[in-house]
């Protein structure tokens, strides 16, 4: 396996909304109803990955890719995410990662860990995740993460609940 972390292009849109709906129906698989998880298509990935990687200023997003196909990624925002869930932005910061995803197959390689480091180094953020997934709220808290009370409920998402989790800066090391 030739593993690696890189910057994403526009180059990879296409790649990027296919790992983006198979990463949602495997990580969210018996938190969301198979019925919502299979009418997920890339075409609506496709927009906004068109959107975040084609714009002026590009997002900042990292892909993951074995070989040189992609099969992960993480995004990052200066914006607080806090705002669109109606709650105050955390004292952690502004830096959101508004999503890390792998898929199943290359879990467990170091790659999320490579992601993680890539668009965030030991800056301070804040994050929202499933409640229900365990294993990435285990994962964020080996990374510096613990929730801080924030939580909501996404309508779109049959009612999906999340929790905010935050770090502070950490020292390069």
């Known amino acids: 396996m030739a593993l690696e972390v890189r910057r ?11 790992v983006h709906v198979l990463c949602w129906q495997e990580t969210y698989r018996g938190m ?5 998880l299979a009418s997920q298509k890339t075409g609506s990935r496709l927009q906004l ?24 990624f ?3 925002r200066r914006e607080p995410g806090a705002a669109s869930h109606g709650f ?11 999503g890390l995803y792998l898929l199943a197959s290359h879990q467990g390689l170091g790659l999320g860990r ?20 365990q294993r990435a709220i285990g994962f964020y ?14 309508p779109g998402w049959e009612d999906l609940r999340e929790i ?6 950490q020292p390069p090391g």
């Open 74 to 76: 993480a995004g990052i």
């Open 141 to 154: 808290r080996h990374f510096g993460f613990e929730p801080d009370g924030a939580a909501d409920v996404i």
């Open 88 to 98: 105050a932005p955390p004292s952690s910061g502004d830096l959101e990662l508004w």
């Open 32 to 36: 969301l109803s198979d019925g919502f």
């Open 49 to 72: 990955w068109r959107h975040l990687l084609e714009a002026a200023e590009p997002a900042h997003a990292w892909v993951a890719s074995d070989g040189g196909t992609v099969v992960g």
């Open 164 to 169: 905010r989790m935050v770090r502070g800066g």
């Open 114 to 133: 490579r992601l993680l480091a890539a668009a965030l180094g030991n800056e301070a953020a804040s994050l929202w995740v499933a409640a229900d997934n």
């Open 8 to 18: 994403a292009a526009a180059s990879d849109v296409e790649r990027l909304a296919e």
